[in-house]
């Protein structure tokens, strides 16, 4: 969301620019056209909307979309156990009726007293991450009220290098988009390490030590590379299906010059509606089925290598059911692909989910918002003028 709000106001200033030297902002005033009044204005106001808008989409990815959807993919709900105990019941083995007839030594004698032994009762407690609220207001209980950036320096420096490799690696296998996508997989699974430490950073509970000083051992790493290029080959198939398609379809020319659409056929525009609705459900079914299970997969590997001494911020099954071993008594220590995402249940499916959509509706209010902001802006700072 935060390149679609850089690339929006990149173009909007360009094209601010290049209609303003051709003249085509004008007034209208009895027919004649005017030159238009405030472009530099324009410009700063629209300069300053897009920075906002941008540090503000990418705080709701990092703090809703990173955070906490992390913490969501890796939380064990707990239950509570109650016991119950039952007061001491005395039975009497005579009916009333016959007590009479019974001496007070043979009443005492037919008297018995039971026990019922305690009962226990699971509840099952509602997961901290059920809502973004109580999952930032116990981030903010348990790590202070900066907690929602946790690991946002580990992140910066991470995405920085990635994008070092990344333009490395471009440069070396060329830059047609299957050589890009083998770019981008080559560079998480370098540095995968390093996201397997960003992953431990926001699921443990503050540490004293050092953020450099937690990295991952070179064993560790090991058990990480499989899932780490799984992840990223599954990342770059929602992004290179789409666009295969949409070069497949041949929709680049009718894209390019929309007010031609109108002049089709109806049959091709139906064909190109269709095709143009093809491409989108093909991004959004690769994301839901190949990059949503990738990731969850990932995140669930990586937690299961933190560190005994470090404690996870919410609850935390570390054995997967009994299906981890510790590698002192002789397991892996590590939870298998396939595990990770068995032992995430439906529950805890639909209730990522049901964050994900939250967090688009977060993203499109934003939007809205600060595109709006934006035409604001211009009609004030323009006044009678107007943009044609």
């Given amino acids: 969301m935060s390149g679609i709000a850089h690339h929006l106001v990149k173009r909007g200033l360009d094209a601010t620019h290049e209609q303003y030297r051709s003249g085509s902002f004008a007034q209208q005033d009895g027919g004649d056209k005017k030159p238009f009044g405030h472009p530099h204005a324009i410009a ?6 897009g920075v906002a808008w941008f540090f503000a989409a990418s705080a709701i990815s990092y703090i809703y979309g990173g955070v906490v959807a992390t913490l969501t993919m890796i939380e064990t709900p707990t239950a509570t156990a109650f016991k119950i105990d039952p007061a001491t019941t005395t039975t009497t083995e005579t009916d009333e009726a016959d007590a009479p007839l019974l001496s007070a030594d043979e009443k005492k004698s037919s008297t018995s007293t039971t026990a019922t032994e305690p009962e226990l009762f699971y509840v099952k407690t509602k997961p901290i991450t059920s809502k973004i609220r109580t999952t930032i207001k116990h981030l903010k209980a348990e790590a202070g ?49 390093m996201q397997m430490l960003w992953t431990h950073v926001v699921i443990s509970t503050p540490s004293e030590k050092k953020w450099y000083r937690r990295f991952p051992s070179i064993e560790q790493g090991k058990k990480i590379l499989l899932p780490t290029a799984m992840w990223a080959l599954a990342e770059q198939a929602a992004i290179c299906v789409p666009v295969i398609l ?44 190949v990059v949503f299970p990738a990731t969850v997969t990932l995140k669930r590997v990586q937690a299961s290598l933190l560190s005994e001494e470090n404690d996870t911020i919410v609850p935390f099954d570390r054995s997967f059911g009994g299906k981890v071993q510790p590698e002192i008594v002789g397991g892996k220590g590590v939870v298998s692909m396939l595990d990770a995402w068995k032992t995430f249940g439906w529950a805890a499916r639909i209730r990522l989910v049901k964050l994900y959509a939250k ?15 934006a035409v604001a802006e211009v009609r004030m700072i323009n006044g009678d003028y107007i943009l044609y």
């Fill in 44 to 49: 700063a106001a629209l300069v300053i909307t």
């Fill in 359 to 373: 967090i688009a509706a977060i993203q499109l209010s934003t939007s809205v918002f600060f595109v709006m902001l």
């Fill in 246 to 289: 949409f070069q497949l379809f041949d929709l680049e020319g009718y894209y390019a010059n929309p007010n031609g659409f109108k002049d089709l056929p109806e049959m091709q525009q139906k064909s190109v509606a269709l095709a143009s609705f093809a491409v989108l459900a093909s991004g959004l079914l690769t994301a839901i089925l």
């Fill in 145 to 193: 009220p900066w907690s929602r950036f946790r690991g946002l320096q580990v992140a910066l420096v991470y995405h920085f290098v990635h994008h070092l490799f990344f333009q490395l690696l471009t440069a070396l296998f060329g830059g047609a988009l299957i050589s890009q996508s083998a770019a981008a997989i080559v560079a998480a699974v370098i540095l995968s390490r």
